[in-house]
Structure formats: structure tokens, C-alpha cells
């Protein structure tokens, strides 16, 4: 499977982030590392920190960017034949879109990136539909805020 490294890493990563919410229990202060896309660091991640900052003002975050999809994109070429000619490659989200933007090719990106898009770029449905699981592994059903 070519998930299952990725899945185990994202796993491990959330243990980290668990025992650092764990620690933080008895601490007012630290660092906590989040594994994350860039999509979900620009839309959800700041809500989500701006809240728990009322309960942890002294706490420090560091943004674990994954460095994009190229697995996922490259299993859409492979199933429907298709061979595109890469000459330029980043892993920048912005970057990408700038790149368009200068008319320099053009890019498969997250829909969640492109809800609010500072460039002057055209956004459209592929004719094939791309899915992109993203999860949360626990510990235990002890952790859940709500049973």
C-alpha cells in the first residue's frame, strides 16, 4: 500500500502531539509541533490555535508543512494513461498559484486552498473526482471530549 507510510507517520506525529497536550495538563507553557497541510494550516489551524491560546497564552507552535500530494496526483496520471510534461516543481502552495498566475503551466491543487486565492487564477472541477482523506488517530475512546 502506498498510504500506509504516510498513515504511520501521521500516527506518530499525533502520539507526539498527545503526549505534548498531556504534558501541557500540568505546564503553562511549551511547544507544540503540528503535522498539518497547508490548506488545513490556512483554514483551520488558526481558529483552532487562537482558541486553545485562551487556555495556554505561553504555549509556542511549530507548523509541520507536508510537502504536498505528489503520490495522490501521480496515481491519477498512471490510471488514466496520462504523462504530463513537468518542468517546474514546488511544493509551496502560493508559490504554485504564482506560477500559474505568471503563466508559466498549470497545477492540481487541495479545493481547501483555493477558497481564498490572492491570485488572479481560474479554479476548476477535474473531470475525474480526487478525494483526500484527512484523519485523527486517538489513543482511546478516553481522549474524546464527548462520549
Known amino acids: 500500500m502506498k498510504l500506509l507510510p504516510y ?79 513537468i518542468h517546474f516543481t514546488t511544493w509551496d502552495d502560493y508559490a504554485i498559484m504564482s506560477m500559474v498566475e505568471s503563466g508559466l503551466g498549470i497545477s492540481i491543487l487541495p479545493q481547501l486552498i483555493l477558497k481564498r486565492v490572492p491570485y488572479r487564477i481560474i479554479a476548476k472541477e477535474l473531470d475525474v473526482p480526487a478525494y483526500r482523506n484527512i484523519g485523527l488517530a486517538l489513543r482511546s475512546k478516553k481522549m474524546l471530549p464527548l462520549q
Open 7 to 85: 498513515t504511520k507517520n501521521i500516527v506518530a506525529e499525533f502520539e507526539k502531539l498527545q503526549m505534548a497536550v498531556d504534558d501541557l495538563n500540568g505546564l503553562q507553557s511549551g511547544l507544540i509541533r503540528i503535522g498539518t497541510f497547508s490548506s488545513v494550516a490556512t483554514h483551520w489551524l488558526p481558529n483552532i490555535i487562537k482558541e486553545f491560546q485562551k487556555d495556554y497564552p505561553n504555549v509556542d507552535y511549530e507548523l509541520l508543512l507536508e510537502k504536498g500530494a505528489k503520490a495522490e496526483i501521480s496515481e491519477i496520471f498512471e490510471r488514466y494513461r496520462l504523462t504530463p510534461k
